[in-house]
């Protein structure tokens, strides 16, 4: 596990230097979490797979600025 969290913070700082492919690999590594936790709450497939595109989409233009 502190492997992991060594791996995911040096990624991160990736990221913040403009690493796309950082950004892409935390993306990838959190989707599932993050669907499963909205589905959770929202208890529809195909509004928490809605919420989830979107919020994809935002961290994206976020990274983009």
Not at 7 to 29: R, Y
Not at 31 to 59: G, P, W
Request: aromatic residues 10%; charged residues 30%; contains cysteine.
């Amino acid at each position: 596990k502190i492997i992991m969290e060594k791996q995911t913070s040096s990624l991160i700082n990736q990221a913040l230097t403009g690493d796309q492919k950082a950004f892409s690999e935390i993306v990838n590594q959190y989707q599932e979490k993050i669907f499963n936790f909205v589905y959770r709450t929202v208890k529809e497939r195909e509004l928490a797979e809605d919420i989830t595109q979107e919020q994809e989409s935002h961290r994206t233009l976020l990274f983009c600025r």
